[in-house]
């Protein structure tokens, strides 16, 4: 994309030029889109920053003396924006809830552009960057995809072309560490396994320091690559490829002073951080076909045909919508021992019917127990045949939205870690559910250190459930407490759907091992977890199965009952 190319629609815009400007504004969209969606790894202060950005640009626009200078200029308020948004939080002293939507521009990135093997390494190693080299990195990315010049690059960071080499050298260095930790999470290494085994999940500098340090001493872990594999040079890979396009359901809403008002908007939705409409559009619009552009009384709204969305399941509007105020629970905190107090699920339905009591197995806890003594060690876990799990998700996968699924085969553990997120949106929680199950599922243990209903305020009054301040995660009538990590042993396949619907949650789910579960939860409190863990398998066909399983495939995963009989 060249600014000189946009010359005169530029100066059309310049001079008033409502046309122009909407032009403008629809053409350089995606640039700026992608700087900053990749500079704060897709949080959800990406709509008001990209917001900010095409707000200042439009309502500056006539101080623009060089038409030629319009995209050095443009980025450059870009990442003006941007770092004030970082000394905003920093001054605000923001907490973790908001790296919750961290993964959604690697993931968007590696659907959209369609990135495979070492491609989709650099895509997903851009998470264990810290702020600033992402935001150098937002720029060097497309500096090497030809959409940006070293120049435009080091005026948008304000430093010379010397001084802005160095700092990209630097950056490219963390950036290959960082391809080196995803190379080795993808890997089979059980040392690695037990260092992340309390690892959330989520990428931050404390864990890349750790795995880091892991790699290189772990000959497994320290190759440059995988067997027969040549690692290229990220930006060898990066060379002539295109923006990543502005995702359906985003949307742009500007309006300054009498002078316009610009929004752009996509139909269906696929992103994981929502879109906040700081406009309406009050006149009446004409539609002239789909994928179209609408004129509306100083507003124009870019459609996208239903046949054009991603092939892969895409959140719904009821799993980013904030839950109201009169359904948000606001009881007393819940005690160590015990939920909070329950109400109905959103998508509770009945039990499947009862199938033949001679492929029954297992039971369902139908008794919500209480937690154990902190102190008191947990039973021995049986061991069962392992033969080895694989996931359709790689070694390691965090599912944010609903619709995300992983299909595990095999035999042997799996992990199912949470993270609860009521300060972000608290509510009602529909449990994820066992789909499709063919053979056995059982869950053994829990562990993690923690019953997610543990307090976590010094005054007791907040858990990682909620609290008075920040309102309640809520489970669904009978539905156990989860624990930080919950662990279970297939013999067959299944496949594990994340439900969100109201209340926030995220899980990362992994092939485990009996050695790590075991090593898991007799971690104790002197060790610096709160509690030991729990054993629930008996080592039969008795153990307890997962509340929400079932052999069916139903459309809606959600819909499975809490009771399903397997």
């Excluded at 008794?367 to 008191?376: N, S």
């Excluded at 019953?451 to 995660?473: C, E, L, Q, V």
Aim: aromatic fraction near 6%.
């Amino acid at each position: 994309m060249d600014g000189r190319q946009w010359r005169s629609t530029i100066a059309a815009a310049q001079a008033g030029d409502r046309r122009a400007l909407d032009e403008l504004v629809e053409g350089w969209l995606p640039l700026v889109y992608n700087i900053v969606g990749r500079a704060l790894n897709g949080h959800a202060d990406v709509d008001d920053v990209v917001q900010e950005t095409m707000l200042r640009a439009v309502d500056n626009l006539d101080t623009l003396r060089d038409p030629d200078s319009f995209r050095s200029w443009l980025v450059a308020i870009a990442m003006r924006q941007i770092r004030d948004r970082a000394r905003r939080r920093t001054a605000d002293q923001l907490d973790d809830a908001d790296a919750l939507g961290a993964a959604d521009f690697a993931e968007l990135t590696v659907l959209r552009l369609q990135l495979e093997g070492q491609r989709k390494e650099v895509a997903e190693a851009v998470r264990w960057l810290d702020d600033e080299d992402r935001q150098l990195l937002s720029l060097w990315w497309l500096e090497v995809a030809g959409e940006l010049s070293r120049r435009e690059l080091a005026a948008a960071v304000g430093i010379s072309r010397q001084h802005a080499a160095v700092r990209v050298q630097r950056m490219k260095a963390r950036l290959e560490t960082a391809r080196g930790i995803v190379r080795a999470l993808d890997s089979s290494c059980s040392d690695l396994g037990r260092v992340t085994a309390r690892w959330s999940g989520r990428p931050d500098s404390v864990w890349r320091k750790r795995i880091a340090r892991h790699i290189r001493g772990c000959s497994r872990c320290d190759g440059h690559g995988r067997p027969g594999e040549v690692v290229v040079p990220a930006e060898r890979l990066l060379v002539g490829l295109a923006l990543v396009p502005v995702p359906v359901g985003f949307t742009l809403s500007l309006a300054f002073g009498g002078k316009t008002a610009v929004a752009a908007t996509a139909v269906t939705a696929s992103v994981g951080w929502s879109a906040k409409m700081l406009g309406i559009l009050s006149k009446p619009a004409v539609a002239m076909t789909a994928g179209a552009t609408i004129v509306a009384g100083g507003a124009y709204v870019v459609t996208k045909p239903p046949e054009d969305r991603p092939p892969q399941a895409a959140p719904t509007t009821l799993s980013t919508a904030r839950v109201p105020a009169a359904s948000t629970p606001r009881a007393p905190a819940p005690s160590r021992s015990s939920s909070p107090s329950p109400s109905p699920s959103p998508s509770a339905s009945p039990s499947p019917s009862r199938t033949k009591e001679k492929d029954l197995y297992g039971s369902v806890v139908d008794a919500v127990d209480e937690a154990p003594d902190p102190d008191t060690p947990p039973a021995a876990l049986p061991r069962r045949p392992e033969s080895g799990v694989t996931s359709s998700g790689g070694a390691r996968t965090v599912m944010n939205h609903r619709g995300d699924n992983v299909t595990f085969t095999g035999e042997g553990y799996v992990l199912v870690r949470w993270q609860i997120s009521p300060q972000y949106r608290p509510g009602n929680l529909v449990m994820p559910a066992w789909t499709g199950l063919k053979g056995k599922l059982f869950h053994v243990a829990s562990g993690g250190g923690r019953r997610m209903d543990d307090p976590t305020s010094a005054d007791g009054r907040t858990s990682g459930m909620g609290g008075p301040d920040i309102g309640y995660t809520v489970l669904p009538d009978g539905t156990q407490q989860m624990w930080q990590n919950e662990y279970f042993y297939l013999d067959g396949t299944v496949t594990l759907t994340q439900n969100e619907r109201g209340a926030d949650y995220g899980i990362t789910v992994a092939p485990s091992t009996w050695d790590t579960v075991t090593g898991d939860i007799t971690y104790g409190p002197d060790r610096g977890a709160r509690r030991y863990g729990l054993v629930r398998d008996d080592g039969k066909d008795s153990a307890p199965v997962p509340q929400y399983v079932t052999r069916e495939r139903p459309e809606d995963a959600a819909t499975v009952g809490q009771r399903s009989e397997v």
